[in-house]
C-alpha cells in the first residue's frame, strides 16, 4: 500500500516565525510532489509543486525534496495568521495516481 | 479563466439511492480526477478521466463510477449509496499530463441518511 505520512498536528507556530512541515512518502518510484493548502470549509488549493531533489522557493514558501530519504518539506516564511490551515502534502506516484497525505493542520498564533 | 465548477454543492440522499455529481473542468483541460475526502481518510483518489478515457482508478468498490464527455466535463455516480459515502467529493482538472498541477473544483457536499 503506497503511503503519504503527514503528522497531523495541530503545529502551533508564532506569527513571525519559520513553520516547518514534514512528509514522507513509500514509493521510490514517485517523481512529482505537490503541496496544498486547504482552509476549513474549502477546497485544496495549490501551493508548491517540486520534482528535482533540492530547493525551491517561491516568495515565503520553500519547498525542500529528497528523494533518496524519500522525503519533502514545505517551510513558510515570516508566518502569517493567514497561514493558519491544513497543508496537505500530495506525491504522484510510479502509476500517475496522485495520493495525498492526511494533512498537518498549521496554526498560526498572533 | 472561469475554474471548475461542481454541482451540486449539497445534495441529501437516503440510503440505497443513486447520485450523480458533476464537474466542469477549467476551459482547455482535458483531465478530470475525482476525489472523497472525510475527516478519517482524508483526500482518497477515486479515478482520472483524460479524452473520455479512464486512465486510473482507485481502490473504491464498483458502486462508484464516472464518465467523460467530449467538452470534458464529467460526472461522478455512486448507486446503493450506503452511510459511509457522506463525504466531500472534490473534482480536480489539469491540461492532461498526470504531473501537471491540478486545480480542485468547490466540491459537492453529500450526506447519506
Known amino acids: 500500500q503506497k503511503e503519504v505520512e503527514q503528522n497531523s498536528g495541530p503545529l502551533s507556530v508564532p506569527e513571525g516565525a519559520i513553520a516547518s512541515l514534514n512528509c514522507t512518502y513509500s514509493?521510490?518510484?514517485?517523481?512529482?510532489f505537490f503541496w496544498y493548502r486547504q482552509y476549513s470549509g474549502k477546497s485544496p488549493e495549490l501551493i508548491m509543486f517540486?520534482?528535482?531533489?533540492g530547493d525551491k522557493e517561491d516568495g515565503r514558501f520553500t519547498a525542500q525534496l529528497n528523494k533518496a530519504s524519500q522525503y519533502v518539506s514545505l517551510l513558510i516564511r515570516d508566518s502569517q495568521p493567514s497561514d493558519s490551515a491544513t497543508y496537505l502534502c500530495?506525491?504522484?506516484?510510479?502509476?500517475?495516481?496522485?495520493?495525498f497525505g492526511k494533512g498537518t493542520r498549521l496554526h498560526i498564533l498572533p | 479563466k472561469a475554474g471548475v465548477t461542481q454541482t451540486p454543492r449539497y445534495l441529501i440522499k437516503t440510503r440505497g439511492q443513486q447520485v450523480t455529481l458533476s464537474c466542469s473542468p477549467i476551459?482547455?483541460?482535458?483531465?478530470v480526477s475525482w476525489y472523497q475526502q472525510t475527516p478519517g481518510q482524508g483526500l482518497q483518489f477515486l479515478f482520472e478521466?483524460?479524452?473520455?478515457?479512464?486512465?486510473n482508478k482507485g481502490n473504491f468498490p464498483g458502486r462508484f463510477s464516472g464518465r467523460q464527455f467530449s467538452n470534458s466535463r464529467s460526472e461522478m455516480n455512486v448507486s446503493t449509496l450506503e452511510l459511509g459515502d457522506s463525504a466531500l467529493y472534490l473534482c480536480?482538472?489539469?491540461?492532461?499530463?498526470?504531473?501537471?498541477?491540478?486545480?480542485f473544483g468547490p466540491g459537492t457536499r453529500l450526506l447519506v441518511l
Open positions: 480536480a482538472s489539469s491540461l492532461g499530463r498526470t504531473e501537471e498541477t491540478q486545480y
Open positions: 514509493d521510490r518510484g514517485s517523481q512529482s
Open positions: 517540486i520534482y528535482s531533489n
Open positions: 500530495a506525491v504522484n506516484d510510479r502509476d500517475d495516481k496522485i495520493i
Open positions: 476551459s482547455g483541460h482535458r483531465s
Open positions: 478521466y483524460f479524452s473520455e478515457t479512464q486512465r
